[in-house]
């Protein structure tokens, strides 16, 4: 037995100098841990834009997206002007701006964002936009506080992919607890 390990070490000794001498390093262990997001019913928690997958470890809470949408103009350039203020409901700072269906009337490329808004009607994007008195959809900021929104009960060993680049936003509803979510990124390549 006393043999087998000497073996055993002058083999791994063996080992660490011939990767040594080709150049590569100890390959070392590493390991990720992601730490729960706590969303209560006092206060909205902003994820960021889609796509993303959410785990609720405990408690239960909501899951919704903010976004808005409006008419507007871009000739060929970056900026989108609305026919219509938008300050009732504004683009964040880098949210997605997309066309319901792409048409020759309204191109915009994807994963396009908002890069500036003048708090009216002017939305900066971060491409350039083909768009003629067309519909338009924005990732929006998340409210202040959760109310009537349009949203998805989340709880113990609940697993949800949300493909969209809207804005997330979690809260808990009424006779909620509140919960602590995990989150990653959704594989959007099929």
């Not at 796509?51 to 989108?80: C, D, E, H, M, Y």
């Not at 809207?166 to 509140?178: D, E, F, M, P």
Request: proline share 8%; hydrophobic share 45%; glycine share 10%.
């Amino acid at each position: 037995m006393k043999h087998v390990r000497n073996i055993g070490n002058a083999l791994f000794a063996v080992a660490i100098f011939v990767s040594g001498l080709l150049g590569a390093a100890p390959v070392q262990a590493q390991g990720v841990v992601a730490l729960p997001i706590p969303i209560t019913r006092a206060s909205v928690f902003d994820f960021g834009n889609g796509p993303l997958r959410f785990k609720a470890v405990s408690g239960q809470g909501v899951i919704f997206s903010a976004s808005g949408t409006g008419t507007g103009t871009a000739p060929g350039t970056t900026a989108l002007t609305l026919t219509a203020t938008a300050a009732a409901n504004p683009p964040c700072i880098g949210c997605v701006v997309s066309c319901p269906v792409p048409t020759p009337t309204c191109n915009i490329p994807a994963n396009t964002t908002v890069t500036a808004f003048n708090g009216t009607t002017v939305i900066t994007l971060s491409a350039a936009a083909t768009v003629t008195a067309s519909v338009v959809n924005f990732g929006a900021a998340c409210p202040a506080s959760f109310a009537a929104q349009r949203a998805v009960p989340i709880g113990p060993a609940t697993d949800l992919p949300f493909y969209t680049q809207a804005r997330l936003c979690g809260s808990a509803g009424q006779g909620q607890s509140g919960a602590q979510i995990l989150t990653s990124a959704v594989n959007t390549i099929q």
